[in-house]
Nanobody
Framework: QVQLVESGGGLVQAGGSLRLSCAASRLTFSIFDMGWFRQAPGKEREFVAAIRSSGDTTYSTDSVKGRFTISRDNAKNTVYLQMNSLKPEDTAVYYC???????????????WGKGTLVTVSS
């Protein structure tokens, strides 16, 4: 059974940084595009960032451009999300996903992680 396990969430003050990790198991990691989504309280889940299987191309939503960076290490079956200059509106549960990128988003999601909570205080 495929597992995506997120870690690195927590409480941080506005302006601070966090790095999320997502470790994949029982998955041929290197052939999947990977991504991060988030869901804030009372809102729908939204796309945050994605990276192609080779790691050579990344995409992100406008609200995190210049602040968040997605990367991957195929040797470690792990994808990362470096989050800098965090804002209270970044507060959400962050989910890791494996699938296929279409256009500029991870549109076809085959596997989801269970999420990690990020709370940004003002």
């Amino acid at each position: 059974q495929v597992q995506l396990v997120e870690s690195g969430g927590g409480l941080v003050q506005a302006g601070g940084s966090l790095r999320l990790s997502c470790a994949a198991s029982r998955l041929t990691f290197s052939i999947f595009d990977m991504g991060w989504f988030r869901q804030a309280p009372g809102k729908e889940r939204e796309f945050v960032a994605a990276i192609r299987s080779s790691g050579d191309t990344t995409y992100s939503t406008d609200s995190v451009k210049g602040r968040f960076t997605i990367s991957r290490d195929n040797a470690k079956n792990t994808v990362y999300l470096q989050m800098n200059s965090l804002k209270p509106e970044d507060t959400a549960v962050y989910y890791c996903a494996a699938g296929r990128i279409r256009a500029t988003e991870l549109s076809d999601v085959y596997y989801w992680g269970k999420g990690t909570l990020v709370t940004v205080s003002s």
